[in-house]
């Protein structure tokens, strides 16, 4: 029997972060003695017991927990203290689970409380353990396996770890683990990192604003000694560098006795604060010179760790870059290059790594974790189970003119993607950015005439116009602002070729682009064209970029594969997602995309804003498919009878959310539309894929590393009977291991209607050739492509949030309306 207990502090203020954790770990060391340890945690909410904890009556108890940090004995006489309700919530039977495994069809009302249980049991381990960080729910990185850590330079390494978690499956339970890598930063003292910043002798202002931004928020250790050569350690996170600003307020005026900072970044003679007890100012070298007896290096930039307003300053060679702390700003592309390099592997030595370290490493080895045994937990064999497949058949891809294509990779050899009939040209214009690179214009001018070869015309009209980049922001927005509203007229696109991959620039031309002036862009980065030893390959996908945005069908597949599913002339197919804004506390971005003929070719998309910051459920969902029915309507003169929806960004916890909340808001948009008893069948399937789950051959190692072949399906073995779930890996990567995707059938009015016993069959053809439609590409694709074009509209509306102030709406200009502008 498993008791779960729940934890609530009584404060107003509720700590969180680090702060709840220690708190909560006090808490078990007040609760039970070291040798007789029953207890696990999540360390926010929620105790796991195997036995009864005594103390606990009925009504719950109060346990008064005084607070100190890692690095004291004990609590000072000062410390706060926090009241702490402790209550039993209730008891989770496992026989009631045993029987649930039995008889799959018998009601268990506890099994997603069961589920949790046994997660918070499995994560325990790690979360209580210093040799361990962990993120989330079930990623865990050691710390002091050197083995385990990569070098990504400039203060990021890569570390090595596994995510785990429990779960039920038909007949069994199931512990999934997979390797996993995080970035982090280095753990070593404050001035090794900045060392590593530190060039040609000399600091400039461009670097050590690089360095601020880089240690922001970071966490770090401060050791030194008073006068009486007692040690001093405590624990920061740091503000920002030193800074000019220091002691200013929200409007702008700097408080009494503020401190006085020469520069951004300064040193320690540079940086003066008041001392109050002497009543004058004093330097930070001059302070821990008589008070720390420290002679400080001058050399490296004094760091923050109070406020803005109440500024607090500490010497780098004094402090010290706590582990384990996941590197929140994202690497440059040489470390995350870097860092992939290392995470890409074939499933073989995945395997092999799970089985001889996975295990151990997250507490599933008795020797390892003492829990093991009081729960009375064991893992059988500790070997990866084995479950049966099947292989689709791979569809049929054809284009306009050309051979038929039946595999996972093909190109655009002798293949045009219009028909004969149709000899338009389409007009365009040349956007270059200064500083720019003569040759990468007239290679894609070549790129043009090799366009034709895949029946894309495209005419330049008059000289390319450039803008120089180097400008103010003001400057750039009113140069782009002129080309788009005045040099674009009369053509179909504006082809820009940027200096460089920045985001900046590029969300920039997106936004007034796309939202202000409605003009067709295609972005170019320089080096794609330079760097080309062939130009073929840039020239398909500028082919199919074009085609797309141009409101055309590129490939389409053989009717045996959907058409003979549902009929497409009758059936809407929906992509929905989710995104969150990269603006701090914005709301989140949802976006949906919609078929609008039987061919599965054009998908027009709307956007729309949350209300809230990290909104996962769509709000206005009613009003999005409207929007979609009614494009849909225009085309056939009639609102269709199916609606299947691919939804994304839906968590495992959240499939009830959507059955109970969104579907009833997609019905009420069909119930405003349609005639009166003539409402059209919905099916919504969630579409998985930041999941663990993923399989090999079970045969002898091969080169292409054991990946399933592309069409394998498992709906067997790691899915529970009452569930209507499949994995499939539709694709063939490059390299590494293949993730599959995961599909999940929240509600279903379609396929058990039409077919039965065979509905499931039919699912898993006409979404596995859904994955051969993605029309930006010559592959098959991961997910199936309304889920794809889902997440890359809501990936370009990021653009937009990135230089948006407040609740702006994320409509496009009427021109793209209808269109895939997001290709």
Known sequence: ??????????????????????????????????????????????????????????????????????????????????Q??????????????????????????NRGKMVQALNIFLNYYTKDSSKYCTIGTGRSFPLDEKSSIIDLKYGLVAIKGYYSSICLATSRILANINVSYGMFYESKKLEVIMKKYYTESRWDDPTLRLLGKFLRGVRIEYSCKDKAQNPIRRRFRIHDLASQDDGMTDKGQKTENSSVVKRYGAGPKEVSFWVQDRGKYSTVFDFFEKERNTILDTEWPVVNVGSRQKPTYLPAQLCTILPGQRAKAEGNTGQTTTMIGHAVRNPVENMEDIVSHGMKAVGLCKDENPMMNRYGFRVPDGKLITVKSRVLPTPTIRYSQGKPENQTRWNLNFKSLRPPSDSRKWSCRVLRMVPHDERALELLRQCFKMLKNNGIEIKEQLPPVSINVRGSNEALKRDLSRVFKYEAKGIDCMIVILPDSSKALYNQIKRLADKEYGVTTICIVASTLTGQNSLGGLAGNLALKFNLKFRNNNQ????????????????????IDVTHSPIEHAPSIAGMVASIDAQLGQWPAVLRRQKEKGAEMVEQLEDMLKTRLQLWGSRYKRYPEN??????????????????????????????????????KITIIVVGKRHHTRFYKQSTYQANGNNPQPGTVVDRGVTEALNWDFFLQSHKPLRGTARPAHYFVVHDEIFRAKFGAEAANKLETFTHSLCYLFGRSTTAVSICTPAYYADIVCQRARCYADDLPGLEDFEVHDRLKNTMFYI
């Not at 939804?647 to 579907?663: A, F, N, P, T």
């Open 1 to 82: 029997m498993l008791r779960k207990y729940s934890i609530k502090i009584e404060e107003e203020q509720q700590p969180t972060g680090k702060k709840l954790f220690r708190i909560i770990k006090l808490l078990l060391e007040e609760i039970q003695k070291p040798e007789s340890k029953v207890l696990v945690t999540d360390f926010s909410s929620i105790l796991i017991s195997c036995e009864d904890i005594k103390d606990i009556k009925a009504g719950g108890k109060t346990f008064t927990i005084p607070y100190y940090s890692e690095t004291e004995k004990g609590p000072r006489d000062n410390a706060k203290s926090y």
């Open 84 to 109: 702490i309700k402790v209550q039993l919530d209730e008891t989770l039977p496992i026989s009631a689970l045993e029987n649930y495994l039995t008889h799959p069809t018998s009601q268990y009302i």
């Open 556 to 575: 389409s597949v053989d009717n045996q594969s959907l058409k003979d599913v549902i009929d497409l002339n009758k059936t809407m197919v929906v992509g």
């Open 643 to 680: 609606i299947l929806i691919y939804r994304d960004g839906v968590s495992q916890g959240q499939y009830d959310h959507v059955r109970k909340h969104e579907l009833p808001k997609l019905r009420e948009a069909c119930t405003k539309l349609y005639p009166k008893d003539d409402a059209p």
